[in-house]
């Protein structure tokens, strides 16, 4: 037997002695949470799918790991043992400064199951984390936030000399993406936009696109979600 199948079988043999958990035992009830001014307190449902008891640990951390962004948020109970098939609700407190008045903030809000010690110590056993999106939505921002996706502005660009297509936000509220496609023609080039934060732009290569001039596309069709997580249907035009 040659050292490299040698090596295979070795560790073959050593994922035999461990059994993986197919699935999370918890689940929330809800794909994000809204705070909205005036308030200074909002809550998120936690609940053990789960015969077994487990514990939870629960935290509010930046959106960004390159940011050295303040949290001014608490949140109780950080950690709780919760029942077979029972709920827990989790409060999440704004101290009440710190975040801009003029636009949403973000933030990610992690659930995590912290795995009970097995009898079995061929079990390998892995803490399974929820992260959901924390949004911060100072009272009397202008304009609505339902018609926020419906007003974004699209337009065709040249990014490192290709086709490309820059998305402008010029409203106070994060607009987070389902699919985006430009319609040219019978031709369909998905664009991988996910998020765009209050008062910015993004621009995006269009893939597939190199014949594809400025002014080409003419249609542009995406899904955005609502606080609701619900994907709502949008279509617009281009400009060039």
Do not use: C
């Not at 939870?56 to 919760?82: G, M, Y």
């Amino acid at each position: 037997m040659n050292k490299s199948l040698a090596m295979n079988v070795a560790f073959a043999g050593l994922l035999s002695l461990f059994a993986l958990p197919s699935h999370a035992g918890i689940s929330l009830n809800g794909t994000r949470v809204v705070l909205t001014g005036p308030k200074k307190e909002t809550s998120m449902l936690v609940l053990n799918d789960e015969s077994m008891p487990i514990m939870i640990q629960s935290w509010i951390e930046p959106f960004s790991t390159s940011s050295d962004q303040d949290v001014p948020f608490a949140i109780t109970p950080p950690l709780k043992r919760l029942s077979g098939n029972a709920r827990q609700q989790l409060r999440i407190l704004y101290q009440g400064m710190g975040l801009p008045a003029d636009r949403e903030s973000m933030f990610w809000l992690s659930v995590q199951e912290i795995p009970q010690k097995s009898k079995d110590e061929n079990i390998l056993q892995i803490a399974v984390r929820q992260r959901i999106k924390l949004f911060y939505r100072p009272a009397g921002l202008p304009g609505d936030i339902d018609q926020a996706p419906s007003r974004l502005q699209w337009r065709m660009v040249l990014k490192e000399g290709k086709p490309g297509l820059e998305i402008r936000n010029d409203s106070a509220f994060h607009i987070s993406f389902g699919t985006v496609n430009i319609k040219s023609g019978s031709n369909n080039y998905p664009i991988p936009a996910e998020m765009l934060a209050p008062y910015s732009s993004q621009s995006f290569m269009i893939e597939g696109a190199s014949s594809l001039a400025p002014g080409g596309a003419t249609k542009i069709e995406f899904e955005s979600i609502n606080d609701d997580g619900v994907p709502v249907q949008h279509s617009g035009d281009i400009s060039s």
